[in-house]
């Protein structure tokens, strides 16, 4: 069994408010959640206008098929306009 936790740390530089940073956290944890069949939740920064850490876990018994997850969580982050990737970090659990 294997099991990846997933940190991405996120910028959204378009939010002048709470509301408007947790209607976008939202709908990318949504989307992230249905397409992977991922947990997903905010982890950090929740007070904070224009930064969040989002935690995604995925658990398999292949671990190359992780990793393709991994790249596609990646992609998906990164097709979001209104969000900045900072930086994705991966760890095995």
Not at 50 to 71: A, E, F, P, R, T
Request: with cysteine; glycine share 2%.
């Amino acid at each position: 069994m294997h099991i990846l936790l997933i940190k991405l740390n996120l910028n959204i530089p378009n939010a002048h408010s709470l509301k408007e940073k947790r209607r976008e956290i939202k709908s990318l944890k949504d989307r992230l959640s249905s397409r992977f069949n991922a947990s997903v939740a905010e982890v950090d920064m929740l007070d904070n206008w224009q930064k969040s850490l989002i935690g995604v876990c995925l658990i398999s018994n292949d671990k190359s098929y992780l990793d393709k997850q991994y790249s596609l969580i990646e992609t998906v982050v990164l097709e979001y306009s209104e969000l900045e990737l900072i930086s994705a970090d991966r760890e095995w659990l």
